[in-house]
């Protein structure tokens, strides 16, 4: 790590111009770089938003957020779902690993022998009594149950 974990809380409601300059805020304070990864909390394909459950489907659809960081930052810029990018750090890269995060939702990133598996999105699969894995397992349930109800469920 060249510096410290830097942290910012997403804003809500959070549509493309907001996440740019959210975004754009957090990079300031840091030294200088060559190149951006961003792991994004929806579907992704092709540096392109297809799904931004979170942050609005209508609102981020097709939105071309790499292309909008590369013209805010100058540098070329990769976009990747955040658990694919998360379990780019967490492989081992030999046969088939899914890397399971939780947060806000639930996400996940399949790959085989290090490579990435195209994205399968199964946190809005359907788990228990009509709620998907976000709905089950995420931050909301978290608060809802409490730690010991939600580590059960987990």
Sequence with gaps: MVVDRV???T???????VMVKALVALVKPL???????????GYVRHD???TAPEFGNDLWRGFDLAEALKAKFGKPV??????DMQGFAAIDGQGLELAVT???GVGTGL??????????????HPVHGGKNY?????????KKIGKKRWNGRV
Excluded at 11 to 17: A, H, V
Excluded at 31 to 41: E, L, M, N, Y
Excluded at 78 to 83: C, F, G, Q, V
Excluded at 111 to 124: K, N, S
């Design 31 to 41: 030294p200088a770089f060559d190149h951006v990864s961003v792991g994004f909390p």
């Design 102 to 104: 939780l947060g806000t």
């Design 7 to 9: 942290w910012v809380d």
């Design 134 to 142: 976000n709905q089950y397992l995420g931050k909301k349930a978290l």
């Design 78 to 83: 990769r976009l990747l779902n955040d658990a």
């Design 111 to 124: 790959f085989r022998d290090g490579e990435l598996m195209p994205h399968l999105e199964l946190a809005r």
């Design 11 to 17: 804003p809500y409601p959070c549509p493309p111009k």
């Design 48 to 50: 392109k938003v297809l």
